[in-house]
């Protein structure tokens, strides 16, 4: 069974930086793409960036700059690395990977990491 590990959330200040990881184990032939979203409490959960299996992103417009996607294929672990955090990046930020474990292509999400800006 295939299972997303998110790490790395917290409470940080105004202006500092966290870095997200999320590791997809299980039995997995092939990852495609992996992304983060995340969900502010009453609002919908919306996509902060994606990353390709050849590596291309897209970033939401509100992170782009501060924010910034990569993985390791060979660990099947992408990573978000933020900088510049704003009050309004808090957060449960989701990843989501697309992979193949069985007959057909799935999407899998993590159970969620909270982040959490504040003075």
């Known amino acids: 069974q295939v299972q997303l590990v998110e790490s790395g959330g917290g409470l940080v200040q105004p202006g500092g930086s966290l870095r997200l990881s999320c590791r997809a184990s299980?039995?997995?032939?092939?990852?495609?793409?992996m992304g983060w979203y995340r969900q502010a409490p009453g609002k919908q959960r919306e996509l902060v960036a994606l990353i390709t299996s050849g590596g291309s992103t897209n970033y939401a417009d509100s992170v782009k700059g501060r924010f910034t996607i990569s993985r390791d294929n060979a660990k099947n672990t992408v990573y978000l690395e933020m900088n510049s955090l704003k009050p309004e990046d808090t957060a449960v930020y989701y990843c989501n990977a697309d992979l193949h474990s069985g007959i057909v292509p799935t999407s899998y999400w993590g159970q969620g990491t909270q982040v959490t800006v504040s003075s």
């Open positions: 299980g039995i997995i032939f092939r990852v495609y793409a």
